[in-house]
């Protein structure tokens, strides 16, 4: 085995050894007085207290969905039992990954909150040492996780055999390595829907009767449902994200890998380079993210927070860039083919500048859509004078015309990046795109963590000037949390494409053809389950709610002197009814992204004569990836810019010439505008992502059992491949030059 | 020429005869008293200067696109400079058909108000028989339009040329008298699109201003704007509807033709039968209209509405299908084969079947969804207890499951019809559910025609009995239009299947590949577009709204005396205003469904070596039919259940073991997601089934200027076809012997 296999993991390891670093830093930190303590305690127990329930039910889940693995492994020659233990792997992973951000979270929360009684420049270090912890363990341990498997696998079917890095054997060992993908993606998919149920539960039960009827304020100590509320950040934004991020870091790389299998590549490392490619770019991405988190200080309290994480943002990005030119330039040749489409070196790095652009564009459109003072907020403002049914209007519309250039440019994209590497290129522009995973995540992150700094701020009484530097950090998050959302979801369909080609390869078919009846019938179905999957989503939401509403009137009602601060409410009881909610409903959205592709692949197979199962299963894929974009960018940028909407009530805006302020009645149509999006944008919205990536993944995982090819093809498969490329490379050749004589 | 081809026009005739007749029989019905004769003639006079506005409008466009067309059909083979002919009569006829609804509407409604006055079964009477002009005018002149110049066009094109009628010829004769089919659908997008925003300014301007700020009821004679707003019931509902269908009609009808024409049949008829059936079978669901309009009729006061309406549908439906068996066996052998799929006269019939199925569970769905008393709307109703915010998660959520039961229907029906009679299937499925259109627009004009009868009842003060004849009549109109929309999306879908199946053959490609990139890219754009044109007709709603707000506050301030009615309002200048705002806003989304089509179809012309630019319009258009239709259910349905909702207050409500009425909170929230739903269900809505029909009429116009058959080909191509679909027949034979042995 060559060496630069081994470099893989390698990576992984510096990016842990740093997340260690700075995570017993954020300890040393000081944790403020003892009420906040007390405070900090009640939030970090009861966001343990999810995870434990969560995994608990995930636990059972996992055991039942790897015997079915294990059993479904012996079936075909192309996978193997050991798929199971590589999706125990993936699922234990993502849990941890989000345990450790969840883990960092609560901790530097309360000591952003004290450093925030300092300056804003060592608030800031603080909060975003959290927000890095979280990166880097995430992008870390998916490294390291991928990359030592792949060594594993590698050796036990490849290398121990002999065989070629193009024939069926290395299929089998990146199949078995995609129970990995599975079982990363499949815990992403309950901690985002769970979290996202959570979160909003508690966020709108605990406003509903706290601020409407109790008459209190926001984060106020005697509201029970306030711990609960904060637990949310964590659960949702910080566990939630990170378990997506990780889910669509590693089923890139993944997918990328499976269409790297069938190039034939005449490069120095005997013909693997473009399978590893794809995990080198995100060890350099890594790397660079951990060199980018380096630049993220300000020095001054007038400092601009948001060019500061610009800054590492962007020098992250462009050290990546040229990283890749190099490496890709040292470990493919000129000349590569896959399925016929052919391109060189050069024109693989193109296409993973294409994924950086793309990255890129979604972040400041979606900043634009959602950002305050820019014409689509405004506009929402302005139609908040006229009632609570205008500003709905408003949100609703500019959330549907939000999608018009993300489109564009992916649209854009995915054409410009396969017309330099054909499909690999799509694959490795989405690996492009997400290299430098860790550092979005870092600034992901330490959103939710200024904004529970906030609320700790608030429950104990602190300063003004406190307060007024958590919010200045918690206005910088909640801009990043909504681009972050853009690049998610255009990482999330470029992923989804990328898997989408990988299983066109296993499953042996070469066409979706739109023109057959029941391929066109399964894109409309598909085109369907990102809306019932956001039915259900906000339908939770609202029931959960309830619950919670009915418990804080209870405590009210029934523990005489919490208004009084004589008595403490039961925190712990919303905590529980918020997580039983969640857990409870994250189930039926849950099965319908993982049972549907079954249902399709297996149940349709042989039925209709014109198309195979794996064909239609591919327009059901197209459906639920263009719908589920199109449902996520709607729902997430209306819901950014309800909200920055009603923000900019707070600051007084000029309404037909007139100042209006918070309590003024169109500052509570904005309340209203943002309370429908809070659903859209932290439930059902990036629930897309992980619904169109898991729907893939599981194709793919079934894409070998369901396949065109039969057993007697299988066999010689690996030396067919080779032949057939050969003859294919002619006749491309020929196209090709025709095209230039046009 | 034989005889059964001259039979066509003949049933046209006969419905234009009944239309005459029903149309004298109501001028002839008294008209009440003076004011209400002025009142209505405000109406008419009102709905008059928006049509005469509109139609400036599209005489410009209409001869820009006539001249683009004529000289068009100058460049290629298959077409003619005639089409353009073809073109403006389809526009005048679709012109006049709005024109004949709008007409009898706005002199039923005042008659049906009087008829009121003595019982509820002379009510229904008049107000029916003023949607059966409506419906059987619409269907009558789409009949003859079609009949007679198919006639002329065949005569001129294949009779006098002595070809075949599966040639070349015949389908020059077919591709000029598609213009005919693109001038009806383009008007229909005007009249839907600009009625659309008509309707629901008015509506929302006269409550704003009316209702909430000078606190006057509904219908009040002394608001400006309500004689807008009851302008907007007949512009937008009856005007905009009857275009809509007519359009339909036409359009399925021709592309069952298109494909007809590709049919190798043996029949009595020289082959024609495949082209002639679509015709015959609208022609005898004419008449079969015709006939069921005779069964709708109560007779007590106490009889249900709802029974006689679904009386005089059953009727007509199951005589349509009884005919249809005897005239499919009359007419097709039992050896039919398009594009290699075979099947016989029978499998037709049962495409026919499927697709009345297919219409009617559209309906029995839609109304669950809509209807009070049932689980959706009650959900909204308690939804609305907690406030705005919850009554709208409740509706989005609502509406965006309520695509998932019409979505697999569709689905299944789409497989279905195709496995019966392969894509000929598809078509006449549509045809089939089509069939009846007269009937199905007679009930959906009778709504608007009853809503007007109330607001002139009220308007002339008239006593409360009356008022509550005319609203029950009113709430079976509700029921009506959510099921008739539901009907008209799923008939947009199935026809724009039909034409997507027309536009591959004439396009020259035999596949609509996702699996290459921009086919791919295209789907994703065509899925945006619906988008954008909802988020664009939603915001000219929302402008045209506030227009409409400033002129009525303007006339409350200026005019003395309007609020003690000594002085009267100046109502046409609101007219005015919701025509100039409607018009001017209608042009954007237009011109965006007309010129995307021409944009990809000729600009993407040769620019990808893998994929044709028909093959990119294929997917661009695969994307906007799926996500028309959802986006289509979803608004409707969300819109459709939060009024009902809002009226379920109006009858008292039982939430949490308390009656809620008119003007509690609950109700107030409940406003808020009505008004909300108002520019969702009646401009946005609707016109997504105008958007997917036009785009693909489109594609079918410019098919043969962006074919990949080159000039050469083209001569040859009747003769090649014949022999390629004999060889195709030999090899799908034998896939079907291979099907039946496994």
């Known amino acids: 085995m060559h060496w630069i296999v081994f470099l893989i993991p390698v ?49 059972y889940f996992a055991i039942i969905a790897a015997l079915l693995l294990a059993y479904s492994g012996t079936l075909v ?52 040492a959290g927000g890095s912890v979280m990166g880097l363990g995430v992008a870390g341990l998916a490294v390291i996780g991928l990359g030592s498997l792949f060594i594993v696998f590698y050796q036990i079917y490849v290398v121990s055999q002999g065989a070629t890095v193009n024939g069926m054997e290395m299929e089998k060992a990146l199949e078995v390595l995609a129970g990995f993908s599975l079982g990363a993606e499949s815990i992403a998919l309950f901690a985002r829907v769970g979290g996202g149920i959570y979160t909003k539960a508690a966020d709108v039960g605990a406003d509903l009767v706290g601020k409407v009827e109790a008459g209190i304020p926001e984060d106020d100590v005697r509201n029970p449902a306030t711990i609960a509320d904060n637990v949310g950040d964590n659960v949702g934004d910080v566990a939630g994200m990170g378990a997506d991020l990780f889910g669509s870091y590693v089923a890139t790389i993944l997918a990328t890998m499976v269409l790297g299998r069938e190039i034939v590549s005449e490069d120095d490392f005997g013909g693997i380079a473009p399978i590893l490619l794809p995990m080198l770019i995100a060890g350099i991405g890594l790397i660079f993210s951990i060199v980018g988190t380096f630049f993220v200080r300000i020095s001054k309290e007038t400092d601009s927070v948001q060019n500061a994480l610009n800054l590492g943002n962007w020098s992250s990005i462009i050290l990546t860039v040229i990283a890749s030119f190099f490496v890709v330039n040292y470990l493919l040749p000129d000349q590569l083919s896959l399925r016929g489409y052919q391109f060189g070196a050069m024109d693989v790095f193109w296409a993973i500048f294409v994924g950086l652009v793309v990255g890129a564009l979604m972040s400041v459109i979606t900043e634009y859509y959602t950002a305050m003072g820019k014409r689509p907020v405004n506009s929402i403002v302005r139609q908040s004078s006229t009632g609570h049914a205008t500003n709905i209007i408003g949100g609703l519309s500019v959330g549907m015309e939000s999608t018009v250039l993300p489109i564009l440019v992916l649209a854009a994209g995915i054409i410009t ?116 999957f956001s039915s259900l989503a906000i339908a939770a939401v609202g029931k959960a709610a309830m619950d919670m509403v009915n418990e804080v009137r209870r405590q009210f009602r029934e523990i005489p002197g919490i208004m009084e601060y004589k008595a403490r409410p039961e925190y712990e009881k919303c905590v529980a009814i918020s997580t039983k909610a969640s857990i409870r409903e994250m189930l039926l959205p849950g099965a319908i992204a993982l049972v549907v592709p079954l249902l399709v692949g297996f149940g349709l197979k042989g039925v209709f004569p014109t198309a195979s199962s794996p064909e239609i299963l591919g327009g059901l894929l197209a459906g639920v990836t263009v719908s589920g974009v199109l449902m996520g960018m709607f729902q997430n940028n209306a819901g950014g810019a309800w909200d920055n909407a009603k923000k900019s009530f707070e600051k007084g805006v000029l309404i037909n010439g007139k100042m209006e302020y918070k309590g003024s009645p169109a500052h509570k149509a904005s309340v209203t505008g943002d309370t429908v999006g809070d659903p ?39 030396i067919q491949d080779q032949q057939q490329k050969k003859e294919v490379v002619i006749t491309s050749d020929e196209v090709k030059g025709m095209t230039e004589v046009e």
Chains 1, 2 share one sequence.
């Open 11 to 59: 990576f992984g390891v510096i990016a842990l050894i740093f997340t260690a670093v700075r995570s017993s830093w954020i300890k040393k930190q000081d944790a403020g007085e003892k009420n906040m303590q007390e405070l900090a305690a009640y939030i970090a127990s009861g966001a343990m207290a999810f995870l434990r329930a969560e995994w608990k039910v995930l636990g």
């Open 77 to 128: 020659e192309t996978s193997s039992p050991i798929i199971a233990v590589s999706f125990i792997i993936g699922a234990v992973l993502s849990a941890t990954a989000g345990y450790i951000g969840m883990n960092v979270a609560t901790k530097a929360n309360v000591r952003t909150t004290q450093a925030a009684r300092t300056s804003l420049s060592k608030a800031l270090k603080v909060s975003f």
């Open 417 to 532: 990046s396969y017309s330099f590497a054909g499909l690999y290129g799509v694959a490795i522009a989405a690996a492009g795109m997400m290299a430098t995973t860790a550092m979005q995540l870092a600034i992901d992150a330490f959103g939710p963590i200024a904004d529970n700094a906030g609320g700790i701020a608030e429950m104990s009484g602190l300063p003004e000037e406190v307060r007024h530097r958590t919010d200045n950090l918690d206005a910088v998050g909640n801009t990043t949390a909504a681009t972050g959302k853009g690049f998610a979801i255009a990482s999330a369909a470029l992923t989804a494409l990328a898997l989408f080609a990988a299983f066109v390869g296993i499953a042996g078919i070469s066409t979706i053809d739109l023109y057959k009846a029941p391929v066109l019938g399964a894109l409309f179905v598909g085109a369907m389950i990102p809306f019932i």
């Open 680 to 718: 859209f944008k932290d439930t059902s919205g990036p629930s897309m992502n992980i619904l169109i990536k898991l729907m893939s993944i599981v194709a793919l995982i079934i894409a070998p059992h369901i396949s065109e090819r039969t057993g007697e093809h299988e066999v010689n498969k690996g």
